[in-house]
């Protein structure tokens, strides 16, 4: 048997399961894959330094994705996310990984909505978050049913799939081990974060917080860009919300929602009648702010 071509590192040229084009695993930027938003001279941040002053220079999201989805600043999770693009689970050997950051997915951040980290053999493997797995299945159902995406399915990044009345942000970009970044690698990655509410405030009306560790990034990001956030701090819950004061002396509704991990799924802690009423609350809102 003919064994598959080799990139130059020795590793096995593998063929994306849409487009058949071949890749490298974890996947270099600028090398055609779908929805990449780095070219090949896109900067790095190989610190945390490194990374704030990357953020806060950019000018637009797109830059945000740019230079984000090129990040190396969490030694960890970097050797994780490559690690695991190498080895590759069984179910899915044969296709290349993306191994790398995962951008922010959506055309309007009108609703805002933020999970946690990408799945190792999900976001980390097709290159969008919640995308190829379980939770992306739940998430993008719901908010195709409440006006938010143009399809109710999230298998891989040339799928189609468009978000026009919302985006999706992870605050941490790289897969952690066991779904768990440390506080360091959340307080790095929180600067991208940071670059995505300044960039978005004009037209943000709802933030959708998936779970207790979104609602504590956002509100710290929201404290870091000015806002005014409520005190005592607003408690996560499923189905609590708060409101955030601009600058501009507009509000913002946080709500928040159980996040759409198998472990919630699963067990019924969420069911997808939970799940679409938040979802269906935050599009509701973001309608009414006009
Ligand atoms: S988690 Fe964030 S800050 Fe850390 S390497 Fe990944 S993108 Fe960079």
New binding site residues.
């Given amino acids: 048997m003919t064994p598959p071509p080799s990139d130059d590192r020795g590793g096995p040229l593998l063929p994306h399961p849409a487009t058949g084009v071949p890749f490298p695993s974890p996947v270099p930027p600028g090398s055609g894959w779908p929805g990449d938003p780095s070219p090949p001279s896109a900067p790095v941040?190989r610190t945390p330094a490194e990374?704030a002053a990357l953020a806060a220079a950019a000018g637009s999201p797109e830059q945000v994705q740019a230079h984000?989805s090129v990040?190396?600043?969490?030694p960890r999770?970097?050797a994780w996310r490559e690690e695991v693009a190498r080895t590759r689970r069984r179910a899915y050997a044969g296709e290349p990984y993306w191994g790398r950051?995962v951008p922010s997915l959506g055309e309007s951040p009108r609703v805002l909505v933020v999970g946690l980290a990408p799945a190792a053999h999900g976001g980390n493997r097709t290159g969008r978050v919640f995308t190829g797995d379980r939770s992306g299945d739940w998430i993008i159902a719901a908010l195709h049913a409440a006006g938010l995406a143009s399809q109710p399915t999230s298998v891989h990044a040339a799928d189609g799939l468009r978000l026009p009345g919302c985006r999706i942000v992870a605050p941490?970009?790289?897969a952690p081990p066991d779904n768990r970044p440390s506080t360091a690698?959340r307080d790095?990655?929180a600067r991208?974060l940071d670059a995505e509410l300044r960039l978005a405030v004009a037209e943000l009306r709802v933030v959708l917080a998936l779970g207790g560790f979104a609602w504590a990034s956002v509100l710290g990001a929201a404290r870091r860009a000015g806002w005014r956030v409520p005190r005592p701090q607003p408690r996560f819950g499923h189905g609590a919300q708060a409101e955030l004061l601009l600058p501009d002396g507009r509000a913002a509704r946080l709500l928040g929602s159980y996040h759409v991990s198998q472990q919630n799924t699963s067990t019924g802690r969420l069911t997808a009648a939970m799940l679409q009423d938040v979802v269906s609350a935050a599009a509701a809102l973001a309608e009414a702010g006009d």
């Fill in positions: 941040a990374v984000a990040c190396r600043a969490c999770l970097v950051p941490v970009r790289c690698e790095t990655c991208w």
